[in-house]
């Protein structure tokens, strides 16, 4: 499998190839400064500069060494969360410094997916499985260090999954199978009903909301596909913060890993992303 780390310009309507490797490497997110892409690969957490360079660097996540591709960094730079499952044996979210150091649990109940930071850097939004039901939480993050309980707000209508906030911190946007197929919601981050936002023949995952607060993109597969596997020919969308105006960007091979987490640049003109190619 070879990852191609790239960038979208959504006012040029250009890709650029940022970095490539024979290693899986996943879910690209772009640091709050504009000079960096964290992304996972086999467990473990690196920096990316956004002119490719010497390629990435490690970041030291401790005894965390089992990170999946649900990780994300502070509004303000300085910290980053990962979803990892040495110390458990189930997805945990943890709070670290953005240049290393030593995790903090965050989250206490399990499994547990980081997908949004919100706007303050006050507050997590995640994906957690309690009773075999997938839904949305929140926590406030020193709140979770400090044995805080979490806040639902979806029950078991279907899985929910992929929360992102919108940039002023009143919505959490997220997908939701509660109609059949996988499709785009948002719901009050304070709580409240969930309204529909997207309308479409595809299973739609990840909707990251564009800190302009204007655009949404993410991720569309095949109506016939379950779940959000990887080794997939999927879709590339954007639309309307309230759906309209929905179009698709550029088709690639991909699925898992192509941008599971948070990936817009900060002045919101761009998103990162990893397109896959299967080894011959």
Excluded at 140 to 163: A, W
């Amino acid at each position: 499998m070879r990852s191609s780390v790239e960038t979208f310009d959504i006012r040029r309507r250009r890709n650029r190839v940022v970095w490539q490797t024979e290693a899986l490497f996943e879910a690209p997110n772009w640091s709050p400064d504009g000079r960096y892409l964290m992304l996972n690969s086999d467990g473990l957490i690196y920096r990316l500069s956004l002119d490719g360079g010497m390629g990435p660097e490690l970041v030291d996540t401790g005894f965390a060494k089992r990170c999946n591709n649900d990780h994300g960094i502070s509004p303000d730079g300085l910290r980053i969360a990962i979803s990892d499952k040495v110390e458990f044996g189930k997805s945990a979210i943890y709070v670290l410094p953005a240049g290393g150091g030593e995790p903090k649990l965050v989250t206490k109940n399990l499994p547990s997916y980081w997908h949004g930071w919100s706007p303050d850097g006050k507050t997590f939004a995640y994906c957690g499985i309690r009773n075999d039901e997938f839904d949305i939480y929140t926590i406030d993050v020193q709140d979770g260090i400090d044995g805080g309980r979490e806040t639902r707000l979806t029950f078991g209508e279907g899985r929910n999954d992929g929360p992102d906030y919108s940039p002023d911190g009143n919505w959490i946007y997220f997908n939701s199978s509660r109609t059949g197929l996988m499709q785009i919601w948002r719901v009050p981050a304070a709580g409240g009903p969930a309204e529909r936002i997207s309308d479409s023949p595809y299973g739609d995952w990840f909707p990251h909301p564009s800190p302009k607060g204007d655009k949404i993109v993410f991720l569309s597969y095949d109506a016939d596909v379950f779940d959000h596997p990887r080794d997939q020919q999927v879709r590339v969308r954007l639309m309307d913060m309230d759906g309209g105006n929905v179009e698709t960007l550029f088709d690639l091979f991909g699925g898992q890993g192509t941008m599971n987490s948070p990936n817009w640049s900060p002045d919101g003109d761009e998103f990162a992303y990893v397109r896959y190619f299967p080894v011959a």
